[in-house]
């Protein structure tokens, strides 16, 4: 995490740093708030200010604000002030840090703030696949395009792919090119010059050449508007850049990794994004399943979420209940990985007993998880026996047809639920929805999802 401080360092503020980089942030310093705003226009990029709360702290994020800067701010200072360290907060400080620090203390704000601790965690053969594939790729400056479903993970992915690439030494920089207005984006890509347009004060850096030497995260690029891909396209091809009012070009060396939760190739038929432009950013296509097609994750996200939001509310960790995990296994999960964790959050918080039970476990509208048919050793042995009471009557069948009933039969006796069926036959989902669809093509008739009711 990149950190620039803000004020004289001098007695407690420079303890604080100490520690800030023992935490592994990579700290800059800046005496007054004029010098902070500069820096980070020149390019001195930041995930964080922390700022001597004696400073105009308001006046420096009105700053910054005006010239389209956004980096979060945290406020510190010596035998603290009450009402000062309220006046900070107030004027938009996301924390205040009081001096003499607390290792642990500091160690915790940066990490809440920045938010920059989002490991890859994966257990699923059909995530596995997609990992071994972008371990190959990382090392390259290859463009990347990385696809999937809101919520799977697409930028944990690119922050991968950084950290085993060349360049993971230099910047990492992600835009979100769908949180920013249009008439914004260019400016905040490519930088401007003074006067550019009203409000442009003075030459400001953009995020290409921010990342000069490193990586560039081109979130959500379906959303770009159609002439600024026009000007990305060239970036990419001469990497080269157009300040907004500059004269003449200036040279980046970056790699480009672009996410989608769209259909590009759609979206190039229906004339909203260029296909050169689409070409020129897929030359490896990561393509992340959704969550319901990675039911080992679910179980291994879960108990991440459980650990984690326990320790951040000072909770006692707690086991979570095979009910629970059936649960959790069993939901579709539409938002992916993004509504798993909130879920666990949720549950980490309303859980009153020993375990995270099954009802802690709540939708964004309060309901908890459907429950799900039982899959313990008794449920397996029912199905087993069933099974071998099927196998007598296969005689004359053909292999197929076994298949196809062994399937069935099973797929019934979990009462619809695909994932279970799946862990229970030893084939993956994906798999088995290949089959479901090939018997149902032919007009065989399939138990519908947590029904066991056949249909057409």
């Not at 592994?24 to 995930?47: F, P």
């Not at 490991?119 to 053969?125: A, E, F, G, S, V």
């Not at 006796?413 to 229970?424: D, E, K, M, S, V």
Request: aromatic share 4%; hydrophobic share 45%; with cysteine.
């Amino acid at each position: 995490m990149r950190l620039l401080v803000v004020g004289k360092l001098s007695g407690q503020l420079s303890v604080a740093v100490k520690m800030a980089m023992d935490s592994g942030a990579k700290v800059a310093h800046v005496d007054g708030i004029a010098q902070a705003t500069d820096a980070l226009r020149k390019g001195q990029g930041a995930d964080l200010l922390m700022v001597d709360y004696e400073l105009d702290i308001k006046s420096l994020i009105e700053t910054n604000e005006r010239e389209h800067i956004s980096v979060p701010v945290v406020a510190c200072g010596v035998n603290p002030d009450p009402r000062k360290a309220a006046q900070a907060i107030t004027a938009g400080a996301r924390e205040f840090i009081p001096l003499p620090p607390d290792a642990e203390l500091i160690a915790a704000v940066l990490s809440a703030v920045s938010d920059d601790a989002r490991p890859l965690i994966t257990n699923d053969p059909a995530m596995q696949t997609v990992l071994k594939l972008a371990d190959q790729v990382a090392g390259s400056d290859a463009s990347i395009l990385i696809t999937g479903e809101s919520g799977v993970g697409k930028e944990v992915m690119a922050r991968y792919l950084h950290e085993k690439s060349r360049r993971s030494q230099k910047p990492f920089i992600s835009v979100n090119c769908a949180a920013i207005p249009d008439n914004l984006l260019e400016s905040e890509l490519f930088g401007h010059e003074k006067g550019a347009f009203t409000g442009a004060m003075a030459r400001r850096i953009g995020k290409f050449e921010e990342a000069d030497g490193g990586t560039l995260l081109l979130d959500e690029i379906s959303e770009m508007d159609a002439r600024l891909q026009a000007k990305l396209l060239r970036a990419l091809q001469e990497r080269v850049i157009d300040r907004v009012g500059g004269a003449k070009p200036v040279p980046v060396n970056i790699r480009v990794l672009a996410t989608s939760n769209r259909n590009l190739a759609q979206a190039v038929k229906e004339g909203t994004f260029r296909e050169d432009l689409l070409y020129r950013l897929n030359v490896i296509n990561l393509a992340i399943p959704p969550l319901r097609d990675r039911p080992a994750d679910i179980a291994a996200l879960s108990d991440y979420f459980a650990k984690k939001y326990s320790e951040a509310n000072a909770i006692p960790l707690k086991p979570i209940s095979l009910e629970a995990k059936r649960r959790l296994q069993a939901h579709p999960w539409p938002g992916n990985v993004r509504e798993l964790e909130n879920a666990m959050h949720r549950a980490v918080l309303l859980s009153a007993g020993a375990e995270i039970d099954a009802d802690s476990i709540r939708l964004p509208d309060g309901q908890p998880l459907n429950p799900v048919a039982p899959i313990g050793m008794d449920y397996v042995g029912r199905v087993s026996l069933a099974a071998e009471s099927a196998a007598r009557t296969f005689v004359g069948s053909t292999v197929a047809q076994v298949e196809q009933k062994l399937i069935l039969d099973t797929l019934t006796h979990c009462l619809g639920n695909r994932t279970h069926a799946a862990n229970i036959l030893g084939i993956s989902i994906r798999t088995l929805r290949n089959k479901l669809k090939e018997y149902s093509d032919s007009g065989v008739a399939i138990p519908a999802p947590q029904s066991g009711a056949a249909v057409a």
